[in-house]
């Protein structure tokens, strides 16, 4: 079992950035692949962006794309979300998840395809 512990969120203002970070433990970190999901209020859990680890490759929701980054470090056993350019329509709670087996061949990369959430952190950015 992974737990997951992400931080980061705060306050800011329209155009501004943010680094979430979400710390595992429980497993050898690089076992696991781990991505970021969001939930705005009253709004469906939605993916931002994921990591594979055994090939480096990253995916990102189109909305993500050009703005946010997804990272991480082994020694730290972090993943982190670089935000850029931040808009008031990101203001969601942001969660660290766990990728299941073949999560990447998902076409649209849905919470079925993710389990073991953190608490989430909050994010909001004002106009």
């Known amino acids: 079992q992974v737990q997951l512990e992400e931080s980061g969120g705060g306050l800011v203002q329209a155009g501004g950035s943010l680094r979430l970070s979400c710390a595992a433990s429980?497993?050898?970190?690089?076992?696991?692949?781990l991505g970021w999901f969001r939930q705005a209020p009253g709004k469906e859990r939605e993916f931002v962006a994921a990591i594979r680890w055994s090939s480096g490759t990253t995916y990102y929701a189109d909305g993500a794309k050009g703005r946010f980054s997804i990272s991480g470090d082994n020694a730290k056993n972090t993943v982190y979300l670089q935000m850029n350019s931040l808009k008031p329509e990101d203001t969601a709670v942001y969660y660290c998840t766990v990728g299941r087996t073949n999560w990447y061949l998902s076409a649209d990369r849905n919470l079925l395809d993710f389990g073991s959430w953190g608490q989430g952190t909050q994010v909001t950015v004002s106009s």
């Open positions: 429980g497993r050898t970190f690089s076992s696991y692949d």
